[in-house]
């Protein structure tokens, strides 16, 4: 889908990638696969510590609803799994629901998250449960360049305490982009 903004979260992606991902003090071999199974392997080998991971997904048409859907399994060094399914344009054009299982350290997650984008305007939903239950939700306005604005917040459902917050501004130009953010930690009670 062109034309769709990005979440503000991710605003300044390329440059913190350039600067961070996994450089200097690593080394990474990644090999990829796309037809007829995707298949992405990729280690890491870093002072004291290496590991591994490997991610299938396989992308179709649900064919009684033409449904556009894809199924991921991953796994990290076996030590943590998640299997993720999702479809696109369920109820309207531009949404996509996703639910995720994830199994880490002898327990588990499960998340169901809704997302709608269209030209101007980015709206997520989360609903994250592993013995505590958070919700978490995000609003973002603006094109894929120009001025850029948005917000986020997340919510303990047992305590009923938010747990976090954050709103951002962005410019965002083909070679160019500026990001303001703030993010605020718990504050009270709902």
């Known amino acids: 889908m062109s034309g769709v903004p990005p979440l503000y979260k991710d605003f300044g992606k390329k440059s913190r990638d350039l600067l961070s991902k996994n450089f200097p003090d ?32 396989k992308e179709f048409t649900l064919p009684s609803l033409n449904l556009p859907t894809k199924v991921t399994v991953f796994t990290e060094s076996f030590e943590r799994f998640y299997f993720d399914e999702q479809f696109e344009d369920l109820v309207i054009p531009g949404t996509k629901f996703n639910f995720r299982s994830t199994y880490k350290g002898g327990a588990f997650e499960n998340k169901f998250s809704t997302e709608y984008k269209r030209n101007l305007v980015a709206f997520t939903s989360a609903v994250a449960s592993s013995g505590k239950t958070n919700v978490n939700a995000s609003l973002a306005l603006g094109g894929n360049s120009g001025f850029q604005v948005g917000g986020e917040g997340d919510l303990a459902v047992d305590t009923k305490a938010a747990t976090a917050s954050s709103v951002g501004a962005a410019f965002v130009d083909r070679n160019f982009e500026v990001l303001l953010s703030s993010k605020f930690g718990a504050k009270s009670n709902v």
């Open 26 to 57: 690593s080394f990474n071999v990644e090999v990829n696969q796309s037809e007829p199974l995707s298949v992405k392997f990729s280690t890491f080998q870093r002072p004291g510590r290496s590991s591994w991971e490997l991610e299938e997904s």
